[in-house]
Structure formats: C-alpha cells, structure tokens
C-alpha cells in the first residue's frame, strides 16, 4: 500500500476527467487539496491531463486509472483500480457522458448511450460501495434536465425498435434521475449522500460524434467547463452538504435545488433493472 493511500488527505474520484467539465472539476477539488483520482479511457491522454491538472492545480497528489466503462469488464476493471489506491473515497464525480446520434450496441448487448451515460455510473456506486460509505463520500451525477415526456423502456432498453438521438438522451437523463431518487432513499444521509447538478450547455466535447454544425453550435454557444464546474465541486467539497437526492438546476446557482421526485414505482423497477444488468461483475 502507498504511502499517500494511508495518508488523511481527502481523495476525490472523477470518472470522464481528462476532458471538459471532468477535469475543470478534478483540477477544482485538486486546489482545494483533495488528492485526485481521474478515470480516463485513452492512457496517453489521461496521462496528459494529470500532468495539466498538477500544474494548474499546484497539486501534486493527483493520479490516474483507464478503462473502457462501455462494458461490463471495463467497468469492473475501473473498480478494481480504483480499490487498489484508495480505501476510501470522499467524493464521486461521474461525469463520464456521450452523445451518439447513431445507435450503437455494446459487445453485452446494450446500447451505447445508455451504459455510458447511465449504467455505468450506476455501476460504480454499486462496486465501490464499501470505499464510499468509508468515505462519507459525496457523490455528484453531471445530468442534464429530464425532457418532457422521458421514460425509462424496459421492454426495449436498447430501442431497437424506434431508435432517435432524443429518444435516447430522454431515456438516459431520465435514469439518472430516477437512480439519484433511489440511491438517497436507500441510503442515509449519514453515510454517504448523492446529488445531481445541471452544468447548462458546455463546450465540453461531449458532443464529437454529432455532425459538424452541431458540433460547432455547441462550442459557440456553450460555457466554459470551468465555469461549468462550479455546482459540481461545490456538491463534491463543501462540508456542509447534508441533504441528500436533489437536483441543482440552475448552473452557478447551488442555492437553487429541487428534491428528485419522480414515480417512485419506476425508480424502484430500473434499480432493480440495474442491478440485473450489472450482476455479472458484482
């Protein structure tokens, strides 16, 4: 074991960090002293962007692990690296998030978007479960707004059926919602609480497979991922937190949160839909 693994300074895991809000959110909770772990796919660009956040930072307690979260093996190996350097983890952040205007079906049969956006980060929460009870951990989903008329399609996860971009996002945002729902009420604000924060429309990169003048709208239009960050490193830091399954909605604005209040039938249902889907590597 480490030397800095037995150490009692914070340590904070961010999954998507070596890009967008990600990292403007790693290098955020890096200056405040947290020693970073940053989960990355690519290892060359992971590397890359730890050596950025310890110079931006003036942190030099930050570290890496890569895995593909597009699968289940991927997943489970992220969790095991993850274990290997920290006992205990005080902050979550999953920001690890795509859009795929296509639909793309995983080597485990799943849909793309889905198990990047959603399953995955269900996933870890479940797998490093004791590490973050440990850590009276904060845990901060980056979500977007659940569009009107979203639902989760249990016949047709994948949707192969009628399979749209927006039909897509609408079922994955919605299910970090409905998740967030779940987790608060499964677990007492006294051991670990779970959060969700909306960082508004972001040049963060999330949008590289869309066809060029989307792409370009999103980098005109969209915040800085610095700026973006703000409420997710709050809900990850801040000592004061202790309310547990709420939404902050309003970028920059913390104080404007609402409580996930949505078919508590349906949140139960993708739990244990979840659970399911993940119980090969559990």
Do not use: C
């Amino acid at each position: 074991m480490s030397s800095i693994k037995k150490s009692f300074m914070k340590t904070a895991v961010i999954t998507g960090g070596t890009g967008g809000i990600g990292k403007a959110v790693a290098t955020t909770l890096a200056r405040k002293k947290f020693r970073v772990i940053i989960h990355g796919r690519d290892p060359h660009k992971t590397e890359q962007a730890v050596q950025e956040i310890k110079i931006n930072s003036g942190n030099t307690n930050v570290e890496s692990v890569t895995a593909d979260i597009s699968t289940l093996h991927g997943m489970k190996k992220l969790a095991d690296a993850i274990k290997a350097k920290a006992d205990a983890i005080h902050a979550l952040v999953l920001s690890t998030g795509v859009i795929l205007p296509d639909r793309v079906i995983t080597a485990d049969g799943l849909e793309a978007g889905f198990v990047i956006q959603y399953l995955s980060r269900f996933a870890i929460t479940q797998l490093l479960k004791n590490e973050l009870i440990k850590g009276n951990a904060h845990i901060v989903m980056v979500v977007a707004p659940v569009i009107k008329g979203a639902k989760i399609h249990f016949e047709d996860l994948t949707l192969e059926k009628d399979f749209t971009m927006l039909r897509a996002m609408a079922q994955e945002m919605f299910a970090n919602h409905l998740f967030v729902q779940e987790f608060a009420k499964r677990h007492s604000a006294n051991d670990v609480v779970i959060n969700m924060a909306n960082p508004g429309i972001t040049d963060s990169g999330i949008g590289k497979h869309l066809a060029f003048p989307l792409r370009w709208g999103l980098k005109l239009i969209g915040t800085k991922p610095e700026k973006a960050a703000h409420n997710l490193a709050f809900l990850a830091s801040d000592e004061g937190i202790n309310f547990s399954g709420y939404y902050l909605k309003k970028p920059g604005k913390p104080e404007v949160k609402e409580k996930a209040n949505h078919d508590p039938e349906v949140a139960e249902r993708l739990w244990e839909k979840s659970i399911e889907l993940i119980r090969p590597i559990l």
